[in-house]
């Protein structure tokens, strides 16, 4: 019962959201991607369910599917995250990420066709079992399926260290365009992939040690089985599941405008004071829309050079300049208003705030603290109790 539950339970969770993203109806790209990635990653754990199941012939003949798979999934989750980041649709160029599983999955199946009946039992019983490759004719057909195994681990420790640390650059870089684009990043930001991206990290860390110390272990003890069981079919159901509420952004700054013929180009004095202006006297920020194309229209200079000058100059991004008077008059329509009865959701309308929830969470990014509770010792300090 026990073993039952933590064979099975990857393979539930990958075909649950395999099936969910995959028929999704608003044929978003990055879902149908990460539905592929559940699917392939339902097949890797189907060959685990071989071994641990002890049908060791239906794994001999699967190992080559477990290699295909194991070397596709880092590569498919990458291929993820630059849809998420910086590509509209899938390149045919990122194919050649899939070349190692290709080439080592067909390499494993063709090699097994030549192995006999009782090499297969000394395959299994020596490499898969023991983990003594020592013991196979390295020159055979199963000595040669055997190196290909252990080449495909080693490409899988590769695969782990570069694909996820690709993936949080992509990240990293996605969440500031955001910032510098956009002057309310709710519900844009991917900080929960780069929280994933770490989960992924441990796990993978995890899974490799597991390899180490080899499957057979986990066959002695039904319990001990429940631990990867667990951890992998917890992160999966998390991935799949934030991944089905994220939506695709796209930032492209650089190509929303051409270049304004020399005699408009300003100098970045003049930029400066313009957008100070326009955030003080037109209050520009108080539109919870405002995107710096806005502030690049009404400068006539392209939004990449506006971009850059709120960075260079305000010491800051986009989204954290604009904030920064949204807070200030909130600030100021909270201490105008300890005594009457308007409400944070119009205070944070007033401000430039999209929703009471970014209000909150911005508020007490800025103040350490939430607007009622700022409201109330502001209460406080101008009419103390006696």
Known sequence: MIKDIAVLSPLYVTIFWSIVLLSDQSKSKPKF???????????????????????????????????????????????????????????????????????????????????????????IEKFVIQRDISRLELLSP???????????????????????????????????????????????????????????????????????????????????????????????????????????????????????????????????EKILHLFKNDKIFRNPDLLITNLSDSLQTPTVEVSQLINDEFKTDFSDFVNQYRISIAKELIAKNLNNGITLEAIAAESGFGSLNAFIRVFKLYEGTTPEKYKEVSRQRKFPLN
């Not at 290699?67 to 995250?81: A, D, G, K, Q, W």
């Not at 495909?152 to 993936?167: E, M, P």
């Not at 998390?238 to 929303?256: A, D, F």
């Open 33 to 123: 991607l990460l539905g592929i990635f559940m699917f392939v990653a339902f097949f890797l754990y189907l060959t685990h369910a071989f071994f641990f199941n002890e049908n060791y012939l239906a794994y001999f003949h699967a190992e080559s599917v477990y290699l295909l798979t194991s070397l596709s999934v880092y590569p498919l989750y990458y291929c993820y995250i630059k849809l998420l980041t910086i590509e509209s649709s899938f390149k045919f160029r990122n194919l050649i990420h899939f070349i190692p599983a290709i080439v080592l999955g067909l390499a494993s199946f063709v090699s097994g066709l030549f192995v006999t009946d009782q090499q297969q039992l000394d395959y």
């Open 142 to 272: 199963a000595g040669i399926k055997g190196i290909i195994f252990i080449f495909c681990r080693i490409i899988f420790v590769f695969q782990v260290t570069f694909y996820l640390l690709k993936g949080a650059i992509l990240t990293q870089q996605h969440d500031k365009r955001i910032a510098n684009f956009y002057s309310n990043t709710e519900g844009k930001s991917l900080l929960w992939v780069r929280l994933l991206t770490i989960s992924f990290l441990v796990t993978s860390m995890m899974s490799i040690t597991f390899s180490i110390i080899g499957r057979n272990f986990f066959l002695l003890n039904e319990f001990l089985l429940l631990i990867p069981s667990f951890i992998f079919s917890s992160l999966l159901y998390l991935i799949g599941y934030l991944g089905n509420i994220t939506i695709q952004v796209i930032v492209e700054p650089h190509h929303n405008q051409p270049r304004p013929n020399s005699s408009r180009v300003h100098t970045s004095q003049f930029m400066k």
